[in-house]
């Protein structure tokens, strides 16, 4: 089974729309949300089953030019 993760990312300013559209193309999230506040862009993605949660995301997402920060939070079955 996938692992879901959530990740806030603070884009450098003006360059919102073209990480967003980077991510598109690289087909790798469930889910993309502009948001305000303090991250720019929201977004659910499913980490494959033996994957490492952090190679992950550094292989596949934060390689993406313009990305200041990110904020990844973990989901556990709690139910």
């Known amino acids: 089974m996938s692992t879901p993760v959530f990740i806030q990312l603070r884009c450098k300013p003006g360059t919102t729309y073209k990480v967003a559209e980077e991510i598109i193309q690289r087909e790798i ?3 993309l949300y502009s948001t305000s506040g303090e991250y720019d862009l929201l977004m659910k993605l499913y980490i494959p089953e033996g994957e490492d949660i952090g190679k992950f995301v550094n292989g596949h997402l934060l390689d993406i030019p ?3 920060r990110s904020l990844t939070t973990l989901t556990f079955k709690a139910f």
């Open 66 to 68: 313009n990305i200041d």
């Open 29 to 31: 999230h469930s889910e």
